[in-house]
């Protein structure tokens, strides 16, 4: 089975962003400057000119990405699934949600998924080759402080559904996420490999058929994991540090060969300029 089709989350980065969320640093007035320059005295566009010099010279820290918090439920026989989860206040948020769904219809699959009523988008989704199960991803970038109910509305009736929602903090805003890579087969062990990078987080969700239990992998850090009520399905998601080529993966105890999908996407950290860069003031003394 092909991975989802419909468009990944793709966005493209401003060709000159500039990402600053630390501390202000000290300020130069355009009378020092303009002793730099003969013959241009508290002449302002020096203060622009040097400020653009200073600012391509220095490179940009990464965050640390930070766990906000962690919620997850499980449901059977419904089309949709409340959560209920509460959001920090920390600078730099992402909201990513991992859902799992029982798939026997063969054409079950999210069709929107909101935290307080604010709509998330699309990450990327894998169903497995006999349409069993099935895995998605959503995001929201800065979703709003405090509890609110994320509700994931299907497009029918599943047998069973489990869903995890995972706030961070520190995270790049303008593009948050590396690129989505999935997985289906059928085996006691579910596995997908995805590219990511030293300073960033993988995240990820897993759906295995017939509810039974995982263990998750060496480096990864389970996050939630959950059986329907009719142990029809597990649903799991898990992080681990990222690197130039990180593999996620789950093993059933009993080595159980079942059918599984599973999606992986990485996070990427905000930057900022050290502390200590140049604040350029076009006032003059």
């Known amino acids: 089975?092909?991975?989802?089709?419909?468009?990944?989350?793709?966005?493209?980065?401003?060709?000159?962003?500039?990402?600053?969320t630390g501390r202000p640093p000290a300020s130069v007035s355009a009378r020092v400057l303009s002793r730099l320059v003969p013959g241009s005295r508290h002449a302002p566009w020096i203060s622009v000119f040097a400020l653009w010099i200073l600012a391509a010279s220095v490179s940009p820290v990464a965050a640390a990405i930070g766990l906000d918090g962690t919620s997850s439920n499980t449901a059977?026989?419904?089309?949709?699934?409340?959560?209920?989860?509460?959001t920090g206040n920390g600078a730099n948020r992402l909201m990513l949600v991992g859902?799992?769904?029982?798939?026997?219809?063969g054409n079950?699959?999210?069709?929107?998924?909101?935290y307080g009523g604010q709509n998330l988008t699309f990450v990327?989704?894998?169903?497995?080759?006999?349409?069993?199960?099935?895995?998605e991803i959503w995001r929201l970038t800065s979703p709003p402080s405090g509890t609110a109910n994320v509700v994931v509305t299907l497009n029918g009736s599943s047998d069973g559904i489990a869903a995890g929602v995972v706030t961070f903090n520190g995270v790049d805003q303008i593009t948050p996420l590396g690129s989505f890579n999935s997985a289906q087969g059928m085996s006691p062990t579910p596995s997908v490999t995805v590219s990511s990078g030293s300073g960033q987080l993988v995240f990820d969700t897993v759906a295995f058929k017939d509810g039974l239990s995982l263990n998750v992998g060496a480096n990864q850090t389970q996050r939630w994991s959950g059986a329907d009520g009719n142990n029809k399905l597990r649903g799991a998601g898990s992080t681990e540090p990222g690197a130039a080529s990180v593999t996620m993966s789950w093993s059933e105890p009993g080595t159980n060969s079942k059918e599984w999908a599973i999606g992986a996407v990485p996070i990427r950290p905000a930057s900022f300029l050290p502390d200590g860069m140049i604040k350029i003031s076009t006032e003059a003394d």
Not at 1 to 20: G, H, I, K, Y
Not at 99 to 105: I, K, R, T, W
């Open 108 to 114: 079950r699959q999210v069709n929107s998924v909101t």
């Open 76 to 86: 059977t026989s419904t089309s949709s699934i409340t959560i209920s989860h509460a």
């Open 1 to 20: 089975m092909e991975e989802d089709a419909r468009a990944p989350d793709v966005e493209a980065e401003p060709e000159a962003a500039v990402r600053t």
């Open 124 to 135: 990327g989704g894998r169903r497995d080759s006999s349409d069993s199960v099935r895995c």
């Open 99 to 105: 859902v799992s769904l029982f798939d026997g219809a």
